[in-house]
């Protein structure tokens, strides 16, 4: 089982969400609403949906095709034993397969062609897990992810919660702030995970006192609230055009979350780098998790590296409100769109960047997948069976993908 409270947690961040989406169509339209909300739908969708971007799961296939229980996707994101503990690793593309095999130094038996398609390694597992393990069994962690790093695999640390907290990464991104969190009481409290231009959102003050604020707030008086109108559109977001560079399962959820909603949101892609999600296509059909997962949004291919493509994304960044991304720090500045060119094409862009450590820090330039991040911060540690050292219990799901995508939109909309 997951420690702590994962699932109220986790479906909380949805709650929120429509909450907000409550609150920003009552001020539209001076209605309110009425929100019933299901923990357990909550939990389904946000944990890893088997109707929706799906991830370890259910393999890209839908649900009703999978037999019954839990199939073994640990070598989806396999975690290795090394000379100091453990690391996790996602080898995604045939270029990062041919990385690590040369990393390796090109054992013989890894040679078959058919281990640069992400299935073929998948079926062959049992032949790679052993020579892999074998291969960092003499090495660190920090040695395998500072080389995995410079050669574009993404491989992670399994960290223990201390190791976490008192790392370099955390101190340099402030992400614990030294407060006092209720009266007369001190500590160190989560300093949140949002950054408003350069501005973080985190903790602000510490818990009242009962009754603290009651004069402040009956000294507020009444609410204006404007007139109903019926031009207001039934969906919140109505009205709000995005272009959406995101990929993969975090990526695919942040703009369909706002395309649910009313949003257009319109899909930007590039056949030369495609998205990591589309590893189920075939000729002349979208792969099943794909196309649930991006439902709602429209579609255009574009060249972001060609002058050509650079001045079409210009224009439709002049018509936009909102640009969602989820790569790498520095990405959108190495193809020059970074935020400052894109405000002086449109002052009220809204660009909003997502990214699995952070765009600061000592580790915010690592490559990041969910079960990446869990190990990395130390969630992975946690998710075990206590009485078997290798039982780690966190296969089956690609948390934080879903959860985190929710946490993104009403940035978005709320700026």
């Known amino acids: 089982m997951p420690p702590g409270e994962l699932a109220t947690q986790t479906a909380a961040v949805d709650v929120a969400y429509a909450a907000l989406l409550a609150l920003f169509k009552a001020q539209r339209s001076a209605r309110g609403d009425y929100l019933d909300c299901s923990l357990f739908d909550l939990v389904v969708q946000d944990l890893d949906p088997g109707f929706g971007m799906a991830g370890t ?6 649900l009703y095709n999978l037999p019954p229980g839990r199939p073994d996707v640990s070598m989806m994101y396999p975690i290795l034993p090394c000379a100091d503990g453990h690391v996790r690793m996602f080898i995604a593309s045939a270029k990062q397969w041919r990385a690590l095999f040369s990393w390796m130094g090109e054992p013989e038996n890894l040679s078959d062609p058919a281990f640069e398609q992400i299935f073929g390694r998948f079926m062959n597992w049992a032949e790679i897990g052993p020579v ?3 291969f960092f069994s003499d090495k660190a962690r920090g040695e395998i992810v500072l ?19 008192t790392s370099d990464h955390v101190r340099e991104r402030n992400s614990f702030a030294h407060e006092e969190i209720a009266h007369g009481v001190h500590a160190a409290i989560p300093n949140g995970y949002l950054e408003f231009d350069d501005d973080r959102a985190g903790f602000r003050h510490r818990a009242p006192q009962l009754g603290e604020h009651t004069d402040d ?33 975090v990526g695919a959820e942040t703009g369909r979350s706002l395309s649910d909603q009313g949003a257009d949101v319109i899909k930007v ?22 196309a649930l997962g991006n439902r709602g949004k429209r579609s255009l291919g574009l060249n972001l590296r060609s002058d050509a493509g650079k ?9 936009c409100d ?19 060119t894109l405000r002086e094409i449109n002052p009220g862009i809204i660009l909003v960047e997502s990214s699995a450590l952070g765009s600061t820090g000592s580790w915010s330039k690592r490559m990041g997948y969910g079960p990446l991040v869990r ?8 998710w075990r069976h206590p009485d078997a050292p290798e039982g780690f219990g966190d296969d089956q799901t690609v948390y934080p993908d879903h959860a985190a995508a929710r946490v993104v939109p009403p940035v978005s909309w709320q700026h």
């Open 132 to 134: 892999l393990e074998d």
């Open 147 to 165: 080389r995995g790093s410079e050669l574009g695999i993404a491989v992670g640390p399994l960290n223990i919660p201390h190791e976490v907290l």
């Open 57 to 62: 799961a259910t393999m890209g296939q839908p």
């Open 311 to 319: 001045a079409l994304f210009r224009g439709l960044v002049a018509a």
């Open 217 to 249: 707030v009956l000294a507020e008086g009444s609410r204006s609230v404007g007139t109903a109108s019926d031009a207001v559109a039934d969906r919140p977001l109505a009205g709000i055009r995005v272009l959406d560079l995101g990929v993969i399962v």
């Open 375 to 382: 190990a990395t911060v130390g969630l992975t540690s946690l």
């Open 269 to 290: 892609e590039n056949r030369a780098f495609l998205d990591g999600a589309r590893q189920t296509d075939a000729p002349e059909k979208v792969g099943y998790s794909f």
């Open 322 to 340: 909102v640009l969602l991304t989820n790569f790498k720090p520095g990405t959108l500045e190495s193809l020059g769109l970074g935020y400052d």
